[in-house]
């Protein structure tokens, strides 16, 4: 997910959280958010 800039993983985030898809999925992006230091956005 490297190649993601930080606001399309953000947006990409809450369109998976609006549209309830996969709890992996999400899980997924949530830990990319983290480890980008973008994660209590999330909150």
């Known amino acids: ?3 993601l800039s930080d606001q399309a993983l ?3 985030y809450k ?3 609006l ?3 996969s709890s992996e ?3 997924l992006i ?3 958010l983290k480890k980008r230091k ?3 956005i999330t909150r």
Request: glycine share 4%.
């Open 1 to 3: 997910m490297k190649t």
């Open 25 to 27: 999925f999400i899980l």
């Open 38 to 40: 973008l994660g209590s």
């Open 10 to 12: 953000l947006d990409a």
């Open 19 to 21: 549209l309830n898809l």
């Open 15 to 17: 369109k998976a959280k």
């Open 30 to 32: 949530e830990e990319e």
